[in-house]
């Protein structure tokens, strides 16, 4: 038995999920998101990571992926972040990188920088 709390919206429910072979039992969600968020982080965490993207001119800009991404890959997106460099004017929206490690989603400007 697992103990978590859903984060799909502010009600923050107290929810146990139990694993059986493939069976899975949500008890204590208030709706549907939080059956889905339980099972997804029972089998595959998901996160939207967000960093500072460093800028050629100085500085750096914030950034964060333009969708969720298996948990796993929080310190390689980040380290692929500090690899690289922008040059300004960057503008919130701008695409940093693009289709990250093939997951479909992108490293997206949070911040202006000119």
Known sequence: ?????CIMCPLGCD??????GT?????????RRGDI???TELISPQRIVTS??????G?????????TVNKTLIFPILNLIKK?????????????????FGQGVDIIATSNKD
């Not at 929810?15 to 059986?20: G, P, R």
């Not at 690289?84 to 990250?100: C, E, F, S, Y």
């Open 1 to 5: 038995m697992t103990k978590m709390i």
């Open 15 to 20: 929810m146990e999920v139990e694993k059986k």
């Open 23 to 31: 069976d899975i039992k949500v008890d204590g969600n208030s709706c």
């Open 37 to 39: 968020y339980a099972r």
């Open 52 to 57: 500072l993207f460093p800028v050629t001119s």
């Open 59 to 67: 500085g750096v800009v914030s950034c964060k992926t333009s969708g």
């Open 84 to 100: 690289n460099a922008v040059t300004p004017p960057v503008r919130i929206g701008d695409v940093l990188i693009k289709n990250v």
